[in-house]
């Protein structure tokens, strides 16, 4: 089989394009196979490359509370997207406009927690008298996150604001190799996920879905228990990389359905009288 492959490219300021054209003789099915096969298998890789860099950034668990919760723990979970280096170091920023009252750490095996406290500029009053102090920063230091692995942070917390839709927790990572990762991006209304996005609660508004609510507390580990999480895969738990796991197989099984067709129709095609 021949084939003569031309291809040519014109770029402007704002643009590149390219275009390429293939002649040659017909493929026959053997090769119609191998070729679909290989389309499928890339295609899947592809996305299954996809849901494991969906899964890398710092998120907080639960995803949601009702605004002006009391007793409740916040889940920090970091996990490691580098290769080649282990994660050092933690800092999570609290705000301080929407404050969190009554913040509370929960030790680390290996870590060393640091807290921050900051004057409020608008005193918050509580039924236990007037609050003008907060938690604004809580860095972990000491212990080491390997690579494709995770660790959870818990923060206890005495009540959340009721006058915002969510709060956002921008956090910093530190690397052996002493790069940071900061992870401060806020996503505009509509718009696709930033690349390095802080992450979010949502504050719902109080008495909704409280049974889902009260669901997503219950999975939240207690300020006293101790987590074994840092020996698990960072993309283990992400629903989402599971999803597109699961899509990619998809793909890759339609596309061998399609060769397998192909090689058949050839066959036929092959076998009728002229």
Do not use: C
Not at 44 to 57: P, Q, R, T
Not at 114 to 137: C, F, H, Y
Not at 221 to 236: D, I, L, N
């Amino acid at each position: 089989m021949s084939t003569t492959r031309t291809t040519t490219t014109t770029s402007s300021p704002d643009t590149t394009t390219s275009s390429t054209t293939v002649t040659g003789l017909t493929s026959g099915p053997g090769t119609v196979l191998r070729r679909a096969a290989a389309v499928a298998a890339l295609a899947a890789a592809g996305v299954l490359a996809a849901a494991g860099a969906a899964s890398a950034h710092v998120t907080v668990h639960p995803e949601s509370y009702a605004k002006g919760a009391t007793d409740g723990v916040l889940t920090f979970r970091v996990p490691n997207e580098d290769d080649a280096v282990t994660t050092t170091e933690v800092q999570v920023f609290l705000p301080t406009d929407h404050p969190v009252l009554g913040v509370l750490v929960s030790p680390r095996d290996g870590w060393t927690a640091s807290v921050k406290n900051t004057r409020l500029k608008t005193p918050v009053k509580t039924d236990d008298g007037t609050i003008t102090d907060a938690v604004s920063e809580i860095t972990w230091t000491g212990g080491k996150i390997a690579a494709g692995q995770f660790e959870d942070f818990d923060v206890a917390f005495g009540q959340l604001p009721d006058d915002v839709g969510r709060l956002t927790f921008k956090t910093l990572q530190t690397y052996s190799d002493g790069k940071t990762v900061r992870w401060i991006e806020e996503a505009a209304a509509g718009a696709d996920e930033p690349e390095n996005p802080a992450p979010v609660l949502d504050l719902t508004a109080k008495g909704a879905d409280r049974a889902a609510q009260d669901g997503a507390g219950a999975a939240v580990p207690s300020v006293s228990a101790k987590s074994s999480a840092s020996a698990v895969s960072a993309s283990g738990d992400d629903s989402t990389a599971r999803g597109l796991g699961a899509a990619g197989l998809a793909v890759g099984v339609l596309g061998l359905a399609a060769a397998a067709f192909a090689v058949v129709r050839g066959r036929s095609a092959g076998s009728r009288p002229e």
